[in-house]
Each structure stands twice: as C-alpha cells, then as structure tokens.
C-alpha cells in the first residue's frame, strides 16, 4: 500500500480481531484561482470555497489472509466499524443549498464483503453507537431510533412525559440508560422493557461517570459507556443546587448542603466521592466523603478571601409580557448599607440564573475574557442585576427588551437602588441585544457592548468562518431564535436591527471588538459605531487588533475591564478623571 508522507493512518479493530478498518486522510491544499474564482449560485457546499475538505480513502485490512480491499462510497462518504466483522457503517453529509442546522446525514449500512449499501435513515442530529456498534441510536421528531444492525429493525424509544437525554450504553451492550427531566430511565434491549431508577419531579438528572470511547468514528457518531453499577448521576434543581447517587439502588453519595457543585470521580468501590463545591459567596473547594462519615475538605482555592462571605444575593421571579416566568438574580453591592443609595449595572445575555451560585473570582484574562468585571462592580459599590431572557415572536432584540423592562419593573421602587444611574452590558449576543436596548429604551444613563451584531440584514447574509457556513442559520435554526426567515418577513429583520433605529439612542455607548473576530466580524462594530457618530450620539469604539470574539491575553483583557469600570464610574458615579473618555 503506498502511502504519501503528508498521509496520516487510523487502524479500527473490527469484530474478532482477525480485519481493520483503515483510514487514511490526505490534506488538500486551497487552489488559489490565478485570475478569477467562479462561485455558482446552486452551490449547495459554499465551505469548501474556503475550506478544501481532506482527502479520504478507506480500506479493510485482513492480515492473516494478505488482503487489503478498498472500501468505495459516494463522493465525500465517510466509514466506521460496528460490532461486526462484515458491516460497516456509511455516513453521507447532505449538501442541501439552504441548510440550516445540522447537515442531514445519510445513514447507511455497508456490507463491505458484497460491497453493498442499505438504507438506515437520514438523521438531522448526532447518532451513538450501542456497545461497539450491534445498534445505533440516533433522535428524530423528540423520539430516539434504535436501529438493530444484524437485522435491520428499527423500534422508537420514548417514554411519555420525559425528555431524554444522551444514552449511554452498558459496557457489554445489553442495556441503554438516560438521563432526563423526570429521573434516570434504563432499557433493556433483550427484555424491549423500560425501568426507572430514579424518580423526581423537582430535579433534573443527568449521568455524569460515562466515559466517551473514542475510535476515529466521523463527526456527529459518537458512542459513550457507563459501568452500571458504579454509574453515578446528577441532581439538580431551579436554583442550581446539586447533589449525587449512584448504583442500582440510588444510593445518595453525598448530603446536600445547597451549594453548585461539580462531580470529580469515585472510587473503585463506590465508597468515596470526590467533588467541587462553591457558591456566589464561597471559593471553590475540593471536598471528599466517605460513606457514612462527614465530608472532609481537601483543598480551598484562594482561602484569603474572607470578604465574599458577606456578598449577598436576592433572586427576583417575573413574567415577561408573554407571561412566561423568569428568574433575575440581584447581586448586592459588597459592604452593603441599607440607608444609602447605590447605581446598579444590568448584565444581559439569555437566561442567567443558572450560573448564578458560582464564585465571582477577581481575575484577568481567561476569566475575565468578556468584559463582565462582575466581582470588580460589586466592590466599586453598584448593584449587579441579571435578568433572563427569552424569544417570542416580536424576534430577538424586541423580545430583550420586553424582557428586561420586566424585569426591571419586578424590582419595584427601591430606595436603595439610583434609578437615574443605571448601565447595560453585554457581550456577544448579550452586546446585540445592548446595542438594541439602547435604540429602544430610556432607563440606562450608560451603555457597554462587546462584539455585537448591529445589522441583522447584513449578518444574515454573512458568512461565519467560525461556524463554517452562511451566518442565517444562527437566525432561523440558532441562538437568534427568530420566527421565521427574512426571505418570508424582512420587515422583522428590519425591525430587530439597531442600526436602523439609532436616531433613537439617549445615552452614551462604550462599543469594543477584538479585529480578529471570525464569529461576529467587527465591522458589525464599526458600522454601529459610524451610525452612532453619523447622529451625533456620545460613542467610544476600542478596538483591540489581535484579539478574536473574546479578549484572552492579559494585558488586553485588563486595558478592557478597566476601560468598562471607567466608563461606568465616569457616567453612573460621576467620576470625572478619566481623561480618555473626556478627550474628542
């Protein structure tokens, strides 16, 4: 077999032993047109104009009997072994023009002694393999398919009322388990028969000691395992709260004590639990507990800070105008007084109050990559306020906006809140949806948005180098969230666009974007930016050259967040002295 040296081999171990699969991928260097590029409107696979797919050529290898046979599919089909000495599975990407979401993928399997294909199903979703592959699983329409590769069965998996999570299959085959949003569920696939372990209308459960098994298997097929009897799995409640069981019984690991937590591992047997616990007012730690003794604490990350301990914190329950409930969760300022008046700064992004028991860590850089400095604020003295919020059909940025004037009017009339001085940050989809809140509302006296959209019609029609394909998707089947596509309704588009409304803005924006960014392009940025000044509004752009989407290396990420508290302290405290937002 010849084989270049730019070639890299992957061997899979078929059933028995006794044949491999073998994959071996070239790389293909981008043709640069000497004059002119083509690029034809029915171009179902527009990626490829930037990013040249490898090369493939797949091959079964029987050593003993001195046999390498090519394996042959369709342009751009791609192989995995199953548990199986005879079939393959086939995986076809569907290059459909206006895909959305997930490519479609045509299934099939693939009888590679006869060299011949069967249809299984075209799967919009991932699909894990069962055991080594004796069956495949795959979600369509909510259901899971469970299709038996030997005969070609298929069967539906459901079970009313709960939403399955990602399966994971026994180590030897003979059972699936799921995680869902009403306990932990087991099928048997000799038995057809369902079986809860765990039942809970409060909590959500999910496995969490499942081991992905890597093989070299395509994007998109994956196949996870867990030990059943050592299989330990999650609990988790509105507030974030967790705590662990395992085994067939459900044997609790450890006592709640209301903080978030993280599952680290378990000992061989099962006896002792090690995890992370934290909260907003407590560092992280590494805790271990053995059955039927106390926990013991193994490690306190930054055991100086003494003063988070008195940080507090309040969560506020409204509805939006749909009347759909939402979470905001108040951060108090630090050293709080209840005779004094404070500013507060509005984080937005989508729905937050999950992540609002984890330890807010003073830090640059990586952890502090989005210009949201939320321990630096509440140690400068203002409130913190995270609203959730959710998409109807107004599309996204009048949905923010709803969302938020809700939740600021759920509040109430504080006396310990300035209601003159509040500030709005976002970053991201969070700075999309500042740059529209600040076309649309007259509550903030300042704004911060980081690599935001500006003109939906102009994303729309983008191309994202970090998602590889046509930036629509993210409006139609994405984060975006929109009800329909601009092709049926451009007025909604239109309507959800900063850009076209900032005739509207009463406050000054603080707008930055790192030069590199592939995902939201900066000029998205600039453009809200020339508008801005084009209107004679109050606007500041930094722009950071090497930067990307977030800001990582240090010294960027501190010139940032100290910019955002500056601009903040300048215009919700009165702080005049900074000279760099005076100078124009």
């Not at 108090?332 to 005779?339: F, K, L, Q």
């Not at 309704?489 to 239109?494: A, C, E, S």
């Not at 592939?518 to 950071?544: C, D, H, P, S």
């Not at 990307?548 to 009165?574: C, N």
């Amino acid at each position: 077999m010849a084989v270049s040296k730019e070639a890299h081999l992957h061997l899979e171990e078929l059933e028995a032993g006794t044949s491999y699969l073998v994959r071996m991928r070239t790389k293909v260097a981008h043709e640069q047109a000497s004059v002119a590029q083509i690029w034809y409107g029915d171009e179902p696979n527009l990626e490829r104009q930037f990013y040249p797919e490898d090369s493939l050529a797949y091959y079964v290898w029987e050593p003993k009997a001195a046999i390498l046979k090519s394996i042959v599919g369709p342009a751009g089909s791609k192989f995995s072994g199953l548990h199986s000495d005879r079939w393959l599975l086939c995986s076809e990407t569907l290059w459909e023009q206006d895909t959305l979401g997930h490519r479609p993928v045509r299934l099939s399997r693939y009888d590679w002694v006869n060299q011949q294909r069967k249809l299984i199903d075209t799967v919009y979703q991932d699909t894990y393999l069962v055991g080594k592959g004796a069956y495949l699983l795959y979600p369509m329409k909510k259901q899971w398919r469970l299709y038996e590769v030997g005969t070609g069965k298929k069967e539906v998996l459901q079970v009313e009322g709960a939403r399955l999570q990602r399966p994971y299959a026994s180590a030897d085959g003979t059972a699936i388990w799921f995680g869902s949003d009403a306990g932990i569920w087991k099928y048997g696939l000799a038995s057809k028969q369902w079986e809860q372990l765990e039942h809970s209308e409060v909590f959500q459960t999910r496995i969490v000691s499942g081991n992905r098994m890597y093989g070299g298997y395509p994007q998109g097929i994956h196949r996870y395992e867990v030990a059943a009897d050592k299989m330990v799995w999650e609990l988790k409640d509105s507030l974030g709260n967790r705590s662990w069981r395992y085994g067939t019984y459900g044997r609790r690991l450890t006592n709640s004590s209301g903080k978030y937590r993280d599952f680290v591992g378990l000992s061989k047997d099962t006896k002792t639990v090690v995890y992370l616990e934290e909260d907003y007012n407590q560092a992280p730690k590494l805790c271990v507990q053995t059955s039927g003794k106390a926990p013991k604490m193994l490690y306190q990350s930054n055991p100086f800070d003494t003063g988070i301990q008195l940080l507090q914190q309040e969560r506020i329950h409204y509805t939006n105008s749909d009347g759909i409930p939402l979470q905001g969760v108040l951060y108090y300022p630090i050293g709080y007084e209840a005779n004094r008046k404070y500013p507060m700064v509005v984080h937005i992004y989508q729905v937050q109050h999950e992540q609002t028991n984890r330890y807010p860590m003073p830090a640059f850089g990586q952890r502090n990559n989005d210009a949201f400095p939320l321990r630096l604020l509440l140690e400068s003295g203002y409130f913190v306020y995270l609203p959730d919020i959710v998409y109807g059909d107004a599309g996204t940025g009048l949905s923010a906006l709803d969302c938020v004037h809700w939740g600021l009017d759920a509040l109430g009339k504080r006396l310990d809140i300035d209601w003159e001085h509040l500030g709005l940050l976002g970053h991201s989809h969070g700075g999309y949806e500042t740059n529209f809140i600040a076309t649309h509302s007259n509550r903030f006296a300042a704004y911060c948005s980081g690599a935001g959209n500006s003109d939906l019609v102009r994303s729309y029609f983008s191309f994202n180098d970090n998602f590889k394909r046509p930036f629509y998707y993210q409006f139609e089947d994405g984060q975006y969230e929109m009800p329909t596509s601009f092709v049926k309704d451009p007025q909604l588009y239109i309507d959800n666009s900063p850009v076209y409304h900032v005739a509207n803005v009463q406050a000054p924006i603080l707008l930055w974007t790192g030069q590199q960014d592939q995902n939201i392009y900066w000029e998205q940025t600039m453009e809200f930016y020339i508008a801005l000044r084009r209107y004679g509004k109050k606007v500041l752009m930094v722009l950071y050259p090497d930067e990307k989407h977030t800001i990582y290396q240090p010294k960027a990420s501190e010139d940032l967040t100290m910019r955002v508290l500056e601009w903040f302290g300048y215009y919700l405290k009165g702080d005049k002295s900074m000279d760099w937002i005076d100078k124009e």
